[in-house]
């Protein structure tokens, strides 16, 4: 079993900058993928950026070049650091980790505001 809890949303002017993390507890080692979604009012959950064991990433095209997923494994924890932000990055952004047999385990959620 493994839990994860997100932490590090607020409030940011456009153009600014926040970086999410994602502590992960339990069966760490069963972790095959960790990854960030988000989920804006009326539209449906959506892949920002996830990362593999090995270090492997990928993006939506709207996170790339702006937004950098990155894994500390001595600490067990998952950040999304993201620059450059825009209104309609607006959204409750949550933290997944995949394991090797298939479960995937989401965090409870942070708001990430971006507004002037």
């Known amino acids: 079993q493994v839990q994860v809890a997100e932490s590090g949303g607020g409030l940011v002017q456009p153009g600014g900058s926040l970086r999410l993390s994602c502590a992960a507890s339990g069966s760490i080692v069963s972790i095959a993928v960790m990854g960030w979604y988000r989920q804006a009012p009326g539209k449906e959950r959506e892949l920002v950026a996830k990362?593999?064991?090995?270090?492997?990433?990928n993006y939506a095209d709207s996170a790339k070049g702006r937004f950098t997923i990155s894994r500390n494994f001595a600490k067990d924890t998952l950040y999304l650091q993201m620059n450059n932000l825009k209104p309609e990055d607006t959204a409750v952004y949550y933290c997944i980790a995949l394991q090797y047999n298939g479960l995937t385990s989401w965090g409870q959620g942070t708001q990430v505001t971006v507004s002037s």
């Open positions: 990362i593999t064991t090995v270090g492997d990433t």
